[in-house]
């Protein structure tokens, strides 16, 4: 088999948003620093990050509307220091099932799509060609931006905006009532020219509308070297209890 890891790596500097803590790793004991009688020797670290750091997994608890979580939960009845007491991300089930892949980039004869595009129902349509959504299934996005992520602060598009899905396309996603969807960028959604992340429409209507969680940050460019528009997905996140959100290493296996 055939197994495309979909994670990008986490190293200190990464482009991330500046709403969540840095991504920090710091080796905290070194070789020599300790030497067991034998000669053995342990190394070991520490790591300091938010939750929302690299490819992670957004939980429903992670966006409210006019103070309402997904089903009407009162978010501030839920929450406390200690996190959620409904809808952490520890209350998301493993997924293993049908992924698909939309490659948006391709439809277009791109590598990479521009910077503020809105990918539309008509884009994800194109992409889907003779494949069918299903219930259940995890939908990617492909935008090629992924391809940038070495760019920094271009991978994040502050002043540029950023490819993604808008509302029309997210609704099309609900409509076909997919489990979880995942995209390249740092906020999933379209984010135009210097709109920066003061609205996000799209995760209103995934997460608090629909119940359907975000993958954000994901590697897909290999998936679309390939041209593999369908694989197992495997997605499993941390269980951090309450928390917002989990990183995660998504796996597309090909039998």
């Not at 750091?53 to 200690?82: I, K, N, W």
């Not at 503020?116 to 299903?134: K, P, R």
């Amino acid at each position: 088999m055939k197994v495309f890891d979909l994670a990008q790596p986490m190293r200190r500097g990464i482009p991330q948003s500046p709403n969540h803590p840095a991504y920090h790793h710091s080796l905290v004991r070194r070789h020599g620093d300790m030497v067991r009688a034998g000669g053995g020797s342990a190394a070991n670290d520490v790591l300091v990050m938010g939750t929302h750091v690299g490819t992670h997994v957004d939980a429903l608890a992670h966006v409210s509307q006019d103070g309402l979580l997904h089903g009407g939960v009162v978010a501030a009845e839920v929450q406390s220091d200690a996190g959620f007491a409904r809808l952490g991300i520890d209350e998301f089930a493993p997924y293993v099932g049908r992924g698909v892949f939309l490659d948006v980039a391709r439809v277009h004869g791109a590598e990479v799509l521009p910077a503020g595009y809105e990918v539309t129902v008509a884009d994800l349509e194109a992409a889907c060609g003779d494949l069918s959504i299903n219930p259940g299934d995890a939908v990617l996005i492909g935008t090629g931006w992924s391809r940038r992520f070495s760019e920094g602060a271009s991978f994040l598009g502050t002043r540029t905006g950023v490819p993604g899905p808008g509302e029309a396309a997210a609704r099309w996603l609900v409509e076909r009532e997919v489990a979880v969807t995942g995209a390249e960028t740092i906020a999933y959604e379209h984010i135009a020219p210097g709109a920066g992340h003061a609205s996000l429409p799209v995760h209103r209507i995934l997460l608090v509308d629909a119940g359907i969680n975000i993958v954000e940050t994901m590697l897909l460019s290999e998936l679309a070297d390939a041209g593999v528009t369908e694989f197992q997905f495997i997605l499993a996140p941390l269980r951090l209890v309450g928390a917002t959100g989990s990183p995660v290493r998504p796996l597309a296996v090909i039998p």
